[in-house]
């Protein structure tokens, strides 16, 4: 079965730090992936998405993510964080032919002004 | 465009009392629907998933249990809710897998 790892479980920053939130997942195959982003109060909503092409892709707020087939990783980054970027970041792998969204257990981050 | 409802927000409930969250998605047809919980560290932990109206998947075995009576709309419920089912209990949808899925308000739940 697919697993999700998400090795920081709290990151601290101060702002214009930059930032990088890592995601490995276990199980190969043809996937598509995503990071999610909780901020406090709030839904929890897409930040960027990886489908195909392309293995850098843009989200909103100036985050992006790599995709490394080779390495099985989905490594969420941001070059310089705001206030206004904490929240819990939650990385998540579908694997084609399935139904199911697999999360990583989450990132919480806490940004310092 | 598409919205997703949840309710409750908040409830508390006794032990050994019954539980029914209700979902509902407007703006769209034959989503596919899922319930999760949330604990602090833990992520997400999917309960049921359903790709149709009277569909239903059991992910994990458990005091509860998931039924879809329209095709929009999702309910979780139990006989007799544990102190462990206390949580945080997230529905959502996608207009089909292997896609995103949107989620809702969530609704917090307290077995007291």
């Known amino acids: 079965a697919q697993s999700v790892s998400q090795h920081n479980h709290h990151v601290i920053l101060s702002e214009a730090a930059s930032l990088e939130l890592g995601c490995n997942y276990s199980y190969g195959g043809t996937v598509n992936l995503f990071w999610y982003v909780q901020y406090p109060g709030q839904h929890l909503q897409l930040l960027l998405k990886y489908f195909s092409g392309d293995p850098l892709v843009k989200g909103i707020k100036g985050f992006e993510a790599e995709f490394i087939k080779s390495k099985f990783s989905f490594n969420l980054r941001k070059p310089s964080v705001q206030w206004s970027d904490t929240a819990e970041y939650f990385c998540?792998?579908?694997?084609?032919?399935?139904?199911?969204?697999?999360f990583g257990t989450g990132t919480r981050l806490t940004i310092i002004p | 465009s598409q919205t997703i409802h949840q309710w409750p927000a908040t409830l508390v409930q006794p032990v050994g009392s019954p539980l029914s969250l209700e979902c509902t998605v407007e703006?769209?047809?034959?989503?596919?629907l899922y319930w999760y919980r949330q604990a602090a560290g833990r992520g997400l932990q999917l309960l049921f998933y359903s790709v149709g109206i009277g569909q239903i998947s059991s992910e994990v075995p458990q005091n509860l249990s998931a039924s879809r009576p329209q095709d929009r709309q999702f309910i979780l419920s139990s006989k007799k809710l544990l102190l462990s089912d206390s949580g945080f209990y997230l529905c959502a949808w996608t207009p089909a897998t292997p896609y995103e899925q949107y989620f809702g308000p969530g609704t917090r739940l307290t077995v007291t």
């Open positions: 998540a792998v579908i694997n084609f032919g399935n139904e199911k969204l697999t």
């Open positions: 703006g769209t047809s034959n989503p596919n």
